[in-house]
DNA sequence: CTGTTAGCGCATTCAG
DNA sequence: CTGAATGCGCTAACAG
């Protein structure tokens, strides 16, 4: 049990009562190799008896570096960006870094986070930021060193987005969709629509042109998409229109919840999945095997994600990185919603 | 635009150019009455042209309060945790203050976070302990001042858990729980099953102590319960035990995501939902409105907890509060998942 | 109204 | 192997 007195002790009391000074006990805090053990048992006892804990801000003050990596999110509270957050403050921990969060419900507030953080000198940034619009707002400010771009890859991700220098790593969303896509022109549909994310997502840009594409490769028609705000009662709604499509015989949503809300609507109307349209969605959130039908979707590890952003913080850091990917593999997981024409 | 040279400007930097001492830079950013209003401009100016950032860390050394609050939680990827710590952390930085998280995916490393989080030097401390052994941990290590516990009430909420000093904010469970039996019963149903959480969940204790005593007041039969793990498949899982209950008409579910399992189940079984089975759930999460059937269920404001515990923890801290109430009342949302018996 | 002098708790030179 | 200076960038007393 430590033996508070009124304040927390500092290393001059550690000292003190080691009869060293404190740049020993600092030694020994921070293992320093020049030590004779005895003196070394000797500060130890001390630091046990004090209940003496190291002061993270003098130490980050003196050493310059707070072993803190910020983290700049927009805050929705969909399913990718929280499992995000999730993936990258574990993995800053597991390194042994603290993960301070400022989130914003608009990209206005992106500035005022960076200069935020940067005030609370992070070591490192990490911006989960999935609209074009955030995107933006950073592009007018000056970055730290060391900062990443989770989980947002624009559109043009061999060109290069508003600000070129930033790395990125992301799940690939263009293979992604693609898979979907595939998987359902395989199963022999030929007129297959697109429930899509808001324009401005740049998830859903993706998701969106290489739906096109893959449908162009093929050489299938391309009808028009209907766009959703990813909510399932976006996706409810946008059943007549995606039902308004001449043949149309499958339909590749943007998320799950939206593809759940299409589900909806179409049960509602007395049509059967698959038996009357097949439906493919993207995520696979925790629900999506239990729908019904169980949810013929895209699997993206976004904790994955969050660690492999935290492995590049780390290497730009200088420390020891894992070298995992940048661009995580997305996987199709083939369910019931989907059946042959 | 700030002009770098080398390293970000400090306030002797300020100081120097606007031919002041630090100090009275210190007034200017500190926005002191104390300033001939020249002189402020004219270190106001200065900063403009260095794109001066006052530090956060010395300025949090010195002034021995950091303006951040720690939050260390069990890092479920469970709705209800995700949002509370959305919550928290918007609250937090409406409140001028930094959020920063520790996760632990056991309830062993509970006492690491305190430490860590302490030697960060936070000016406050919220909790998300969702279950018994974590909260056990707790009792172990002396706790900061300012530290409220969030979103999980031990079953016995009025005598007091293992941290008696603890204050604690949460959604009132209790009366979710009565609010989604009542309605069952209200509707006619004699026989009414419990699909309950985890047992080492408080939550799950809770809405199950609930549902039995509600049940005992009306005098109708108590069924043994069926338990699972909060995860969709547990309550398809759970299906065939909880149809071999004689008589049962409805089930109340201790989530959505399990009830959703449980319409699965049902549904693989040939049996209809509610005409077979009436099934209540517990969250209110964005997919509940467009199951199959729209899932009856009890909605519960997370963000609102996290706003209470961030008040809570201002107000400990001596600042201003808005004077949130520590239970928020959950609301039962009727939807087509039951009907009368 | 402003400058001077001290720290906050630690790390980083240097001596010895 | 250890101790004495010096500084990280800022705030908090006092002076004047």
Chains 1, 2 share one sequence.
Do not use: K
Not at 123 to 138: G, V
Not at 180 to 200: E, F, K, N, T, W
């Amino acid at each position: 049990m430590p033996a508070p007195r009124g304040h927390a002790p500092s290393m001059r009391d550690v000292a003190q009562r080691a009869g060293v000074s404190h740049q020993t006990v600092s030694r020994v805090v921070n293992d320093s190799p020049n030590i004779r053990s005895d003196t070394r048992e000797r500060v130890l006892q001390a630091i046990e008896d004090l209940g003496y804990r190291p002061n993270g801000l003098a130490r980050a003050l003196a050493h310059g570096r707070s072993r803190r990596i910020g983290l700049l999110m927009e805050s929705s509270s969909h399913y990718g960006p929280m499992n995000m957050l999730r993936g990258v403050e574990l993995a800053a921990r597991r390194a042994g870094y603290a993960a301070t969060t400022f989130g914003v419900t608009s990209p206005d507030e992106f500035d005022e986070g960076i200069d935020f953080l940067r005030d609370q000198r992070v070591d490192a940034l990490a911006i989960i930021a999935p609209r074009a619009q955030s995107l933006e707002s950073l592009a007018r400010v000056t970055l730290p060193q060391a900062c990443v771009l989770v989980g947002s890859m624009p559109p043009d991700a061999d060109g290069f987005g508003p600000i070129p220098s930033l790395p990125r790593v992301g799940v690939d969303q263009a293979l992604g969709a693609r898979l979907a896509v595939q998987h359902l022109i395989a199963s022999g549909h030929r007129m297959i629509a697109h429930l899509a994310g808001p324009a401005d997502w740049f998830d859903a840009q993706v998701r969106r042109n290489e739906w096109f594409r893959t449908l162009e490769a093929a050489g299938l028609e391309t009808p028009p998409t209907v766009e959703g705000d990813w909510r399932p009662q976006s996706g409810y709604d946008a059943t007549d229109a995606l039902l308004a499509i001449p043949g149309v015989t499958a339909v590749f949503a943007a998320n799950d919840q939206m593809a759940l809300g299409l589900i909806h609507g179409l049960s509602d109307r007395g049509l059967a999945i698959p038996g009357d349209l097949s439906v493919v969605g993207f995520d696979d959130i925790p629900e999506s095997a239990h729908f019904r039908p169980p949810l013929t979707t895209v699997h993206q590890d976004f904790q994955a994600v969050g660690e492999a952003a935290v492995d590049l913080l780390l290497q730009r850091l200088g420390e020891a990185s894992h070298g995992s990917p940048q661009q995580i593999v997305p996987e199709l997981v083939v369910r019931t919603s989907t059946a042959p024409a």
